[in-house]
């Protein structure tokens, strides 16, 4: 629960945010050029949309947006965008249509509004409803908006409301937004998040792509590890092994590697013995320690158990005072006593 | 390391400016002396214990610990009384130094008995009411301060009246603490005279800065598992730099089986 909290915060962070771009792929640019016509031909004022969601989204009608847990018998949900006033349980956050707003200026897209179930507000002048189209036309179309659109903020709502299209395969071009060096990071690092979020097989491996060509290009770690957040956020077997590559990666920047480290120790998919074996690979005291911290945040004995150990036998003295002070953190009652006994036991 | 947090803690603690109130007691003369100064700045300084030095605005509390001393020398506790109708407002404490040149209206008592300073410091700082001539502290900082002040006198035994003050439900929680902290401070000059030496523990550098570590960490469980655990280090312990450390942070818990403890170190229990 409280992942999903943190799920959702950062979701909400990686969606807010200013860029121009280049353009998707000419695939998906083919696909849609009835719509974009349609939004063009406004000139001046507000397109309305509406599409199909795939069946777990939900949201409020105004910002929040919320997709159902797997977890708990898919009952609950948890936020993908904002927070609202509903409360966790599947019922109080409503399927419904994307309804997205699209304020053009001159033919161009200049901000989106994206917003689940609810309904339009009377139209006023200048207001123009395009009404229900195809939700995967839509994606594709909402996929070049947001390389073109200026506001991050709305290029990550032109994004997510892709990948809530029902029926719509977004992953190759959001990986390609993902890679595409004439956007900003923090646009590049939104494509990364939403691909994390396309539920395709494929979503794993393109992120691991994206994170590979990161680290290999110079000043591309910010990216790197807005990316490797996302993959943590694929619910795919291979993933734990991803993350561990990258947490051992010598190739990688040192701060690429932590987030690896933090963010494996976030998985529940993840066993502490995984990180504990990361640990004993390790040899950078730095890395050793995110390693102690990530192990701090897991709540197993498995995990006490390597701490324990780490405290009680790590030739490093500094990465023993390390393990000792999340042993005085932790809820676990052992470490009160290996605490006492680590004090009264000569050599500590 | 300690100098620097005992340093701190000390400025904290006598930095001056919630009042404060504790056991009547008749007036010492140097208590009277200052009541009768009347208005003004009141001035006067004593021996400190060994030990104390003061550099700057620093008050240090540690004699170094075998292969390092502090920068900073040994002399007289100096401290200033801000006084306005039988309260003091405001209380000011250095160690080593010099007074400027006394305006007009202010008093120096000059170099007064240490002990006789202490028991006015503590007097003052549990002090109720400025009936009867006697001053009150304007505030629980300030009490706090003469609280720090006095337990850094000379030849004073002060435990006995730090129990009381730390015990007392009378006197502001900043008042308090300071007495809780200098309480447990003396309760460690008794468990380690030679303050900050390694014992048992073979003396390594490293394997002390973890054994400190786990003190600290110990003392960050929650309290019903923190307390007795530390007090059990404190009894157990053959290293009496351990027992100190563990004192210091049983101090910090402001528990009043703590206060206990250290009382029973202090009466040679």
């Known amino acids: 629960m409280a992942e999903h909290a943190a799920l959702s915060v950062l979701a909400a962070a990686l969606i807010g945010g200013a860029a121009a771009g280049l353009g998707p792929p000419a695939r998906v640019a083919a696909q849609t050029p009835d719509l974009a016509g349609r939004v063009a031909a406004v000139r001046d004022g507000v397109a309305r949309m509406s599409f199909a969601t795939d069946p777990d989204v939900c949201g409020d009608g105004a910002g929040a947006i919320g997709r159902r847990d797997g977890n708990a018998g898919g009952t609950g949900f948890h936020y993908l965008r904002e927070r609202g006033t509903m409360h966790g349980e599947w019922d109080d956050c409503v399927h419904g249509p994307a309804r997205v707003a699209l304020t053009v200026r001159g033919g161009r897209v200049a901000a989106v509004a994206l917003h689940v179930a ?231 | 390391m300690r100098a620097t947090r005992m340093g701190a803690l000390a400025i904290a603690l006598l930095a001056a400016p919630a009042l404060a109130p504790a056991t009547a007691r008749a007036q010492t003369p140097l208590a009277s002396r200052i009541a009768a100064a009347g208005n003004g700045v009141v001035r006067m300084s004593f021996a400190a214990r060994p030990g104390v030095c003061g550099s700057g605005n620093v008050i240090g509390t540690s004699r170094g610990d075998g292969e390092w001393v502090p920068d900073c020398d040994h002399g007289l506790v100096r401290v200033a009384l801000h006084v306005s109708d039988g309260r003091v407002t405001a209380l000011r404490a250095h160690v080593n130094g010099q007074w400027l040149a006394a305006r007009a209206g202010d008093h120096d008592l000059g170099l007064v008995p240490a002990r006789e300073a202490a028991e006015a410091l503590l007097g003052l700082a549990g002090a109720e009411s400025p009936a009867g001539g006697h001053l009150v502290a304007g505030s629980d900082g300030v009490a706090a301060g003469a609280i720090g002040a006095a337990a850094l006198a000379d030849s004073a035994v002060v435990w006995p009246q730090l129990a009381s003050l730390a015990r007392s439900a009378a006197v502001g929680h900043r008042a308090r603490d300071a007495a809780v902290f200098w309480l447990a401070e003396r309760a460690g000059d008794r468990v380690d005279p030679r303050r900050g030496g390694s014992g048992s523990g073979g003396g390594r550098a490293d394997d002390e800065a973890v054994r400190n570590a786990a003190i600290f960490a110990l003392s960050q469980r929650p309290r019903g598992e923190a307390v007795p655990a530390l007090m059990d280090v404190v009894r157990t312990s053959g290293d009496p730099a351990v027992r100190r450390r563990a004192l210091f942070w049983l101090g910090q818990t402001r528990d009043p089986r703590a206060i206990d403890l250290f009382v029973r170190i202090l009466k040679g229990r």
């Open chain 1, 118 to 348: 609810g309904t339009w507000p009377e139209a006023g002048p200048g207001v123009t409803d395009l009404g229900r189209v195809s939700a995967p036309a839509a994606a594709a179309y909402l996929l070049r908006v947001a390389a073109s659109v200026p506001g991050e903020r709305d290029a990550g709502d032109a994004m997510a409301a892709a990948v809530f299209a029902d029926s719509a395969v977004v992953w190759q071009p959001l990986e390609a937004l993902a890679e595409n060096r004439g956007l900003s990071d923090t646009r590049r690092g939104h494509a990364a998040f939403w691909l994390s979020q396309t539920d395709a097989p494929e979503a794993a491996r393109a992120l691991g792509r994206v994170i590979d060509r990161a680290i290999a290009s110079p000043g591309s770690a910010g990216l790197a590890r807005t990316a490797i957040f996302a993959l943590s956020q694929v619910h795919e077997p291979g993933v734990p092994g991803m993350m561990r590559h990258y947490a051992e990666d010598r190739a990688a920047p040192e701060r690429v590697r932590k987030s690896a480290i933090f963010w494996l120790g976030q998985s529940a998919a993840a066993a502490p013995a995984e990180l504990d074996s990361v640990y004993r690979h390790l040899a950078d005291p730095t890395l050793r320690a995110q390693v102690i911290f990530a192990l701090s945040q897991r709540h197993e004995p498995a995990a006490l158990d390597a701490l324990i150990r780490i405290a009680r036998h790590d030739p490093d003295p500094g990465l023993r005072r390390k393990a000792i002070f999340w042993l005085g953190q932790s809820r676990d009652p052992r470490a009160a006593d290996t605490l006492r006994a680590m004090i009264l036991g000569g050599r500590p």
